[in-house]
């Protein structure tokens, strides 16, 4: 997989249409949400230079530890952070079909890419993935809408490997195994503002792990973030049944499985009116 040019695009973004492979958040009240926090968004904090210090001391109020979490260009930038500080490894395993991004950073840094596929039913064999010195699991992952349970992500982290678990959609059905990292060194956690909160735009992520690791990932991170931005939190990932129930309602003549509450698979047709789509 390679990250083309801008330049080499021929898409035009249309304003009125929903593009579903973005997996952005359209919520209505997500929206209001964010509309408020930009309207009080005070000038200074596009002129002046940001404040580091009362970015991470912010992040208290929501229970995490400043010195155990590094805020990055999105969860694409986090990957690529651990990835970077982890350069003497030489493959990385991960699911298929998944995030896109792994493809393109294991050819930047030289990566043998061992991809394990999905069964028909979305099972996976986890036991294939401890061949990569480097793991990618996510939980739950985008593709599919699989949950990994505790007992796997433990197995996988007691190999020894680098262990890296997405849970970026964890806020929509899943649950977080953020305490797992008091007892592995080798495990990192990355987190994203742009799928439950709604911000796709300002490429806002984060990683969490031990405090030596992320002292280690600082010295690799040139981002630089606003102090207000770590707000965002505030903003509950919202989910509102009835409108799920409309999509739902309105894909009916397809072959339609639901694999979690934001999540909806279609079994592979053959052929398909235009219409439906």
């Known amino acids: 997989m390679i990250r083309t040019s801008w330049r080499d695009s021929k898409f035009v973004r249309s304003e009125t249409l929903l593009y579903l492979d973005y997996n952005e958040c359209c919520d ?8 408020k926090f930009l309207k009080e968004l005070p000038p200074e904090s596009l002129i002046r230079y940001p404040d580091l210090k009362k970015a991470y ?9 400043p010195d155990a979490v590094l805020l990055t260009g999105g969860a694409e930038h986090a990957i690529r952070a651990i990835i970077d500080v982890h350069r003497d490894a030489w493959s990385i395993a991960y699911p298929w079909p998944t ?5 393109v950073f294991a050819d930047i840094f030289g990566l043998a890419e061992l991809e394990v596929p999905y069964s028909s ?3 996976l064999d986890y036991d294939k993935l401890v061949e990569g010195e480097i793991i990618y699991l996510a939980n739950p992952d985008c593709s599919t809408g699989t949950v990994v349970g505790e007992d796997v ?3 996988l982290c007691d190999s020894g490997n680098i262990v890296i678990l997405d849970e970026t959609y964890y806020p929509f059905g899943g649950n977080t195994l953020e305490y797992l990292l008091k007892e592995y060194d080798n495990m990192y956690i990355i987190r994203s503002f742009s799928k439950a909160y709604g ?8 990683i969490l792990s031990n405090k030596e690791n992320i002292k280690r990932l600082n010295l690799n991170s040139g981002l630089m973030i606003h102090e207000k931005l770590p707000e965002h939190f505030q903003l509950s990932p919202i989910r509102k049944e009835e409108q799920f129930s409309l999509v739902l309602k309105i894909m009916e003549p397809l072959p339609v499985f ?6 909806i698979c279609l079994k592979r ?8 789509l």
Do not use: H
């Open 57 to 65: 001391t912010s992040l208290q109020e929501f229970g995490l530890d």
């Open 28 to 35: 209505s009240g997500m929206v209001d949400n964010i509309s």
């Open 199 to 206: 911000v796709a735009g300002i490429r806002l992520g984060m």
């Open 99 to 103: 995030y896109g991004m792994l493809q």
């Open 269 to 276: 047709l053959l052929q398909c009116s235009p219409n439906l």
């Open 153 to 155: 992500v433990r197995a």
């Open 258 to 263: 639901v694999l979690m509450k934001n999540i």
């Open 121 to 123: 039913s979305f099972e």
